[in-house]
């Protein structure tokens, strides 16, 4: 079965999926998921929209998902599945059955934007022709653009932010490519691109939807979880320090303190948030190349009980950064979808149970967003 999948019977509608960042690990990683589940290869653990509660029959069909997408690394989505195999993320079964299927989807995959080599809106203009000779060639019914490429430094003023002669991050400028083509958008990374006035804009004038930001894959879905027992138990959280180690192309990235800051200002928000103050201590994010693309995050809290007992709670969370990832970003294509096709437009806060800093909305405890996410789905059913 190729990319193309072109036969002489009706097909049902189909949803394109553009990658920014299509080379990388995450990318890689959920294309190769989908593609194993689609042939009765792997099992859909870890995906939400499998659930009973977001009714899936009523998503877009996982089998009728296309791939493409946009990246500045010229190598092979293969070659890249074969090393994730061998740092033991993907069965090396499965990148063996899916190979010539991700060959073909390569031919599918554009230059990505380099800042500096071209203007803003000479950008805009290329990136948003591939994605819609994209969805033409494929005659898929909708794109949706996720943006799963390494973590960006904040935009110190983002309202500064308003046209394209202003300071425009590279994220802003594939979310506004995206909206120039029709497509909805998801900031799957740490981006500043969905709160800048120039791209809120261009989404309210073409009327598409758009989520981020920052899946919430890791410790912070564990911190999500556990941050809000200590304020409905009246429980007093004196600090809470967490150690972040990781490996692969991510830890890289955020070995520069910049990018580093966009993570660790979304970690400590939505801490505060859950607890009602600000709680205290240190978060470190450190690169271990050994790591490889596994991550390990340690957590020491302490927290003060009845008649002011100290008390401490420590957890260590090891897991797989793009086997985490990548059925969140293959749930929030569906969700984005189903949305864009019922009409709605704007940010989509309920989808913020699916990340550390959710746009357009505040709530953070894990057990909250779950519900609002069901509500929601249920809503865009009726």
Known sequence: MSNDESDTQPRPARTGVWFVGAHGSVATTAVVGALAIRHGLAPATGLVTELPELDPAGLPDLAGLVFGGHDVASSALAKKAEALADGGVLPAALVAATRAELEAIDTDVRPGHVPGEESPAAAIARLAADVVAFRERHAVAQVVVVDVASTRPPVEDPDAVRTLEDDLPSAAVYALAAFEAGA?????????????????????????????CDGKTGETLVKSALAPMFATRALQLRSWTSVNLLGGGDGATLADPEAARSKTSAKRSGLDAMVGHPVP????????????????????????????????????????????????????????????????????????????????????RLAEQWRDLVAWRQGLAR
């Open 281 to 364: 201590g240190p978060m470190h994010i450190d690169h271990v190349e050994d790591l490889g693309e596994w991550k390990t995050a340690w957590d020491h809290v302490r927290f003060d009980g009845f008649l002011g007992t100290r008390m401490t709670l420590q957890f260590t969370w090891q897991g797989c950064d793009s086997a985490l990832a990548a059925p969140l970003v293959l749930d929030l294509v569906r969700l984005v979808s189903a949305a864009q096709s019922a009409g709605r437009s704007g940010p989509l806060p309920a989808l913020g149970f699916f990340f550390k800093d959710p746009v357009g909305g505040s709530e953070h």
């Open 184 to 212: 909805a958008y998801v900031a799957f990374t740490p981006s500043p691109c969905l709160r800048l006035p120039v791209v809120v804009e261009a989404a309210e004038r073409h009327g598409l939807p758009y989520a981020g």
